[in-house]
């Protein structure tokens, strides 16, 4: 099982800049795939966008493709999300997830089985 801490998250400004961290712990993430996802109030969690083991593949959700930039360290055993260009619509707690497929960036959540607590994004108008 994966452990998985996300950071970084705050409020800003319709068109700033925010980036998340999840780290993880008590397994490398080396042969994880990584996904991001994000929940608003009252709406379904939804996919962000996904990043396979070696970062050689990336699937993101249309609303943020061009926005936003999956990554990882496997070395620092953690997971990246530049968020740019920031919509109040954006605004939701985002959530980190092991996929323990190595290739698997679905957008669907029910591969993922290791979820972090999330972060808050608030982005103002």
């Known amino acids: 099982q994966v452990q998985l801490v996300e950071s970084g998250g705050g409020l800003v400004q319709a068109g700033g800049s925010l980036r998340l961290s999840c780290a993880a712990s008590?397994?490398?993430?080396?042969?994880?795939?990584m996904g991001w996802f994000r929940q608003a109030p009252g709406n379904e969690r939804e996919f962000v966008a996904a990043?396979?083991?070696?970062?050689?593949?990336?699937n993101y959700a249309d609303s943020v493709k061009g926005r936003f930039t999956i990554s990882r360290d496997n070395a620092k055993n953690t997971v990246y999300l530049q968020m740019n260009s920031l919509k109040p619509e954006d605004t939701a707690v985002y959530y980190c997830?092991?996929?323990?497929?190595?290739?698997?960036?679905?957008?669907?959540?029910?591969?993922?089985?290791?979820w972090g607590q999330g972060t808050q994004v608030t982005v103002s108008s």
């Open positions: 990043i396979s083991w070696s970062g050689g593949s990336t």
């Open positions: 008590g397994r490398m993430i080396s042969t994880y795939a």
């Open positions: 997830a092991a996929n323990s497929n190595p290739f698997g960036t679905s957008a669907r959540a029910n591969p993922y089985g290791d």
